[in-house]
């Protein structure tokens, strides 16, 4: 069995690419990434030690690379990870979120139709359904709920799984779609709420909260994440969307307290700045059909994960480190200086 996993050197394609090769050690691996401000190769070092692993920097929007490197390696399964992931970055410059988003899951599966791919994956995400009231704790996500998207990143995956679906319907593609929640866990890029509050809090600097800190997420450790993916390429019935969860929603201000009090920090590092444009409320996810049909169940609670996650960014601190120390100063003083 041979996989393309794009966007494996980001944060949940690279989790996904070592779940594989322990999991599957007869598998080959093979990454196609671009290596963008969040693609690192430091995070691939250890998987390039093994001989069924293969990284091949590019962009899955050039239709040209990726029709040759399909042609060489003849794929039987794909895992479409590359993407824009931040929804601040979104707000800023929408463009590069439509064409890496939308067209790049085009290229992708025009090249799998082409080379007879057996399964096509496309890795979404929940915030296609948009967000769901603070004060309906009732309500949860269900793949049926309609898209109703919030931000230029949610309308850009919103718009390839439409795509992909007209794939399936129009060609009898065999794709399957899976939308997660959250996730956190190793190799988080330090943007993103809890690697970033994990890193302030480390250094004594302020831990800025959005609005008043009550946003809810439902958050899964990345492990789990993967776990469902591998379930889905291989048991997953073509043409079906997924839903990936396991019921850990968290006000975000709670989320910074937990790191607060496990760093032994003080929470007057907290500070609430000004709210991100069109913020969503809650996300809350109902796994129900992928445990119903595949046995899905996430391994990890959110007390042991948030525990592992912050002593893995105290043993790997080089990595991050050396993140933060460049273009992301840059980043974040545009984003926050003065918020
Ligand atoms: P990430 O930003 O950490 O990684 C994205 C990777 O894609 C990077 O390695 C980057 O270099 C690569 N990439 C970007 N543009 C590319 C291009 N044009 N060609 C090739 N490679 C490109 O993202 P992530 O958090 O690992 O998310 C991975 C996927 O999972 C995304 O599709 C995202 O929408 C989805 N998702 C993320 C979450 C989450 O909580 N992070 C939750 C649900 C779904
Ligand atoms: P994020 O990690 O960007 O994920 P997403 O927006 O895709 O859910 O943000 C998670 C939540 O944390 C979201 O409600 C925004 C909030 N947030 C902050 O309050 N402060 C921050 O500095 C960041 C990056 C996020």
Redesign the pocket.
């Known amino acids: 069995m041979k996989i393309l996993v794009?966007?494996?050197?980001?944060?949940?394609?690279s989790n996904f690419i070592y779940y594989m090769l322990e999991k599957h050690p007869d598998y080959k691996l093979v990454c196609?990434?671009?290596?963008?401000y969040?693609?690192?190769l430091e995070t691939l070092e250890d998987a390039m030690k093994n001989e069924n692993f293969k990284f091949v920097k590019?962009?899955?929007?050039d239709r040209e690379a990726v029709r040759k490197l399909f042609g060489e390696e003849k794929f039987d399964i794909v895992v479409?990870?590359?993407?824009?992931?931040?929804v601040d970055r979104s707000i800023e410059t929408p463009e590069v979120f439509l064409?890496?988003?939308i067209l790049?899951t085009q290229v992708l599966m025009d090249a799998s139709r082409e080379f007879e791919v057996k399964r096509y994956h496309q890795?979404?995400?929940?915030?296609v359904y948009g967000d769901l009231p603070l004060d309906r704790p009732d309500l949860f996500f269900t793949e049926e709920t309609p898209i109703h998207t919030s931000s230029p990143y949610s309308a850009s995956?919103a718009a390839a799984d439409l795509l992909v679906s007209a794939y399936h319907r129009t060609y009898n593609f065999p794709a399957t779609i899976s939308?997660?929640?959250?996730?956190?866990g190793p190799f988080?890029?330090p943007e993103?709420l809890i690697p970033l509050m994990i890193a302030n809090a480390l250094a004594d600097k302020p831990l800025p909260v959005y609005g008043e800190g009550l946003n809810i997420r439902d958050w899964l450790y990345v492990e789990d994440?993967c776990s469902a993916i591998d379930l889905i390429i291989h048991n997953g019935r073509v043409g079906e969307v997924y839903n990936i969860g396991g019921h850990n929603e968290k006000a975000n201000i709670d989320v910074v307290k937990i790191i607060i009090k496990e760093l032994g920090k003080s929470e007057e590092l907290i500070t609430y700045v000004t709210d991100r444009k069109g913020h969503d409320m809650r996300y809350a996810i109902d796994p129900a059909k992928i445990h119903a049909e595949l046995g899905w169940l996430p391994a990890t609670k959110f007390d042991d994960g948030i525990k592992k996650t912050i002593k893995w960014y105290l043993d790997n601190k080089p990595w991050w480190e050396n993140i933060i120390s460049g273009e992301y100063k840059e980043y974040y003083k545009k984003m926050y200086d003065g918020r």
């Open positions: 794009t966007g494996g050197a980001g944060f949940i394609g196609l990434d671009a290596l963008t969040a693609g690192n590019g962009d899955i929007t479409n990870f590359a993407a824009e992931s931040h064409k890496t988003n790049g890795v979404s995400t929940d915030e995956k939308r997660c929640s959250n996730n956190y988080h890029f993103k994440h």
